[in-house]
């Protein structure tokens, strides 16, 4: 039996047992076994990570720091990333099954981008004079970080989304304390002793590990966390945005999703074909913006569908560690367990599958294949609910109103996609829907210079170019007086 891992947590740049001794498990879900443990942290660790943190923005270099200087710290932490781009994402994978050609190619290109863009933002982030009424005047608004902001993680793609939030908040003068998913924490730990690296100012980066109902809210509720960065599920981000409002903390939430793919009858049917697959299977349907509610037009129903299944019948579902997979386990087992009940839920209400991801199940580890059922009713709980596994729908639809009306008819608003030929229709289209992001004939694409986050219960907030920099700061207007005069109070 190979030896179980147990992890530290990370505070003030060293490593720390969990001050009550408690740890919790970590599931290699490619073979549904333990193999790492994790600290359980409660209030103790977290005042104490919170504390370097703060001590780090007040006391040490960082809060002193010129936002040049700030820039070649970033320029660092990218490089050193970018170096072990495999260490890390051999550990992820490990954590939580997602394909290594899913992960290390992004963290030497566009993810570890984030912090050459956000390290060249860091001097140029100017305020302004504000041509204000009041007569002898001067009146100017600056850009000022937060302090200690919280960064909340999902499960799904832990270095990613933490990558995201780490530039822009370190790069706008922030310390940080970051607290991964309970059910994949191994990355973001790991990454902090690569880290060490960097010879990064002590405090600056920490980790907490545990739950978020336990760990999670009592860090964003901690009084010296200003600000708190979160992405996960409606459920989690709703009650996380209670916890944050009790202290009245400004929050920005990347949340759930449930995105539409339309299909118009002018499609190129085999670039529509590959690029909704593209945009839900290949990482196990485990991606915010999967597009799994498919919207096809009625007159190219048939044609679509059998193109559509004859593509996602060839893949191949298995091990991460086989490089000849290309979709690889259910994260773990709790999704693998909510993915199956949801299958049979919607088989139970006479939903008709087209293909049933279920015989990709192995004697160990938690797989499921591709899944789709057919002409789903727009009300049912398969096209209104986020599913974040390898499941999709299929409706049709006659005419461009009523597909507008369909496509956001649910409570999320992240991503859409459009396929059409016709690009006068395509953008009339990608005007009425409500979501933070609209693909025409492409899907999945994203860059550190574009922001993305989502509209309705999809969240709020920014992430990425120039908005994802303004969400870790704050503006501050100061009134100089130029001819300074102040008449009698009474
Ligand atoms: P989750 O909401 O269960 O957990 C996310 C994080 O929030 C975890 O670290 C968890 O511990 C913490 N958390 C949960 N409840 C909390 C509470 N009450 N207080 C404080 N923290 C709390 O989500 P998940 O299952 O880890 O991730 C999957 C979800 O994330 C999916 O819905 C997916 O769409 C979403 N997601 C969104 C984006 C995006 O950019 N919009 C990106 C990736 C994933």
């Known amino acids: 039996m190979s030896e179980i891992k147990i992890f530290k947590y990370y505070a003030g740049s060293n490593w720390h047992e969990p001050s009550s001794g408690k740890y919790f498990e970590s599931e290699?879900?490619?073979?549904?076994?333990?193999?790492?443990?994790?600290?359980?942290?409660?209030?103790?660790?977290?005042?104490?990570?919170?504390?370097?943190?703060?001590?780090?923005?007040?006391?040490?270099?960082?809060?002193?720091?010129?936002?040049?200087?700030?820039?070649?710290?970033?320029?660092?932490?990218?490089?050193?990333?970018?170096?072990?781009?495999?260490?890390?994402g051999n550990i992820e994978t490990k954590d939580n099954g997602k394909l290594p050609k899913n992960i290390t190619p992004s963290l030497t290109s566009w993810q570890t981008e984030s912090f050459y863009y956000y390290a060249g933002m860091c001097d140029k982030f100017e305020g302004r004079l504000i041509p204000s009424e009041v007569p002898n005047m001067h009146n100017?608004?600056?850009?000022?970080?937060?302090?200690?902001?919280?960064?909340?993680?999902?499960?799904?793609?832990?270095i990613g989304t933490l990558i995201w939030k780490l530039a822009p908040a370190l790069a706008s003068g922030n310390t940080v304390v970051i607290k991964p998913s309970e059910r994949a924490s191994c990355s973001t730990l790991e990454l902090m002793s690569i880290l060490e690296e960097a010879d990064l100012p002590e405090g600056l980066i920490n980790v907490v590990t545990g739950f978020g109902p336990t760990t999670g809210a009592t860090l964003i509720e901690h009084d010296d966390v200003r600000m708190i960065s979160f992405t996960g599920g409606?459920?989690?981000?709703?009650?996380?945005?209670?916890?944050?409002?009790?202290?009245?903390?400004?929050?920005?939430?990347?949340?759930?999703?449930?995105?539409?793919?339309?299909?118009?009858?002018?499609?190129?049917?085999?670039?529509?074909?590959?690029?909704?697959?593209?945009?839900?299977?290949?990482?196990?349907?485990?991606?915010?913006?999967?597009?799994?509610?498919?919207?096809?037009?009625?007159?190219?129903?048939?044609?679509?569908?059998?193109?559509?299944?004859?593509?996602?019948?060839?893949?191949?579902?298995?091990?991460?560690?086989?490089?000849?997979?290309?979709?690889?386990?259910?994260?773990?087992?709790?999704?693998?367990?909510?993915?199956?009940?949801?299958?049979?839920?919607?088989?139970?209400?006479?939903?008709?599958?087209?293909?049933?991801?279920?015989?990709?199940?192995?004697?160990?580890?938690?797989?499921?294949?591709?899944?789709?059922?057919?002409?789903?009713?727009?009300?049912?709980?398969?096209?209104?609910?986020?599913?974040?596994?390898?499941?999709?729908?299929?409706?049709?639809?006659?005419?461009?109103?009523?597909?507008?009306k369909i496509a956001n008819d649910t409570i999320y608003g992240l991503a859409a996609g459009i396929w059409t030929k016709d690009t006068n229709k395509a953008i009339r289209l990608a005007d009425k829907i409500e979501a933070g992001t609209v693909y025409i004939n492409n899907y999945f694409n994203a860059s550190t210079q574009s922001p993305v986050g989502g509209f309705k219960q999809s969240g709020y907030g920014r992430e990425n170019g120039w908005e994802g920099m303004q969400s870790y700061m704050q503006t501050k207007s100061t009134w100089l007086a130029t001819n300074p005069s102040q008449s009698d109070p009474f």
């Open 28 to 88: 290699d879900p490619s073979i549904g076994k333990v193999w790492a443990k994790l600290p359980n942290c409660n209030l103790d660790d977290i005042n104490i990570a919170v504390k370097s943190a703060k001590s780090a923005y007040y006391d040490g270099p960082w809060g002193k720091m010129h936002p040049a200087e700030r820039g070649r710290i970033l320029h660092r932490i990218g490089d050193v990333i970018s170096k072990n781009a495999e260490k890390i």
């Open 140 to 158: 100017y608004l600056k850009w000022e970080p937060f302090g200690v902001v919280a960064l909340i993680l999902p499960w799904n793609s832990p």
């Open 234 to 404: 409606t459920k989690g981000g709703s009650a996380a945005s209670l916890s944050a409002s009790k202290k009245v903390k400004p929050i920005i939430m990347e949340l759930g999703g449930k995105s539409p793919q339309i299909i118009f009858s002018d499609a190129d049917i085999n670039l529509s074909v590959n690029g909704v697959v593209s945009g839900i299977f290949p990482v196990a349907g485990h991606s915010c913006i999967s597009g799994s509610r498919i919207l096809v037009h009625k007159n190219i129903k048939d044609e679509f569908t059998n193109k559509l299944l004859e593509v996602v019948k060839k893949a191949k579902v298995g091990s991460p560690n086989d490089p000849s997979t290309q979709i690889g386990p259910i994260a773990n087992k709790e999704q693998y367990e909510f993915i199956l009940s949801k299958i049979e839920d919607a088989e139970k209400r006479g939903l008709k599958l087209l293909i049933d991801g279920r015989k990709e199940n192995k004697s160990e580890g938690y797989y499921i294949g591709p899944t789709i059922f057919d002409n789903v009713p727009n009300e049912d709980d398969l096209a209104q609910n986020e599913i974040f596994g390898p499941v999709a729908s299929i409706q049709t639809w006659e005419d461009e109103n009523e597909v507008i």
